[in-house]
């Protein structure tokens, strides 16, 4: 298995869920990416442009949660793995949307999607 890079609890407002209020108020939105790829040319060279850039990751990831409206975190979590996966370096990568707020009316502590995508 490759190395990997793991960004964890990106917190982002965004519009998302079935029901209207849910687009009209929005919430936030907490984002875990895992990314799979060989580290041992950034490791090598020290060199930032080796590796998957993880503000820029945290960047992709947060313009999606606080763009377009989607209706289920499912599509959101696969925007961003299949965003994510176009870096021809990646072999894999994990992305877990968290809705903490969902509507749910009962007690609850999270509510995640996680996807998979692996280069094929």
Request: aromatic residues 6%; negative net charge; charged residues 25%.
């Amino acid at each position: 298995m490759p190395d990997r890079i793991t960004l964890t609890g990106l917190r982002v407002f965004g519009r998302h869920g079935v029901f209207e209020h849910e687009k009209r108020d929005g919430q936030e939105f907490v984002v875990d990416i895992v990314a799979w790829l060989d580290l041992a040319p950034a490791a090598a060279s020290d060199d930032l442009t080796q590796t998957l850039h993880y503000g820029e990751l945290a960047q992709l990831a947060a313009d999606i949660v606080g763009g377009e409206p989607y209706d289920l975190i499912e599509s959101v979590a696969g925007r961003i793995a299949d965003e994510v996966l176009e870096d021809a370096r990646l072999s894999a990568v994990e992305v877990t949307v968290h809705k903490p707020s969902a509507p749910i009316p009962l007690t609850f502590a999270d509510v995640a999607v996680t996807v998979h995508r692996e280069r094929a």
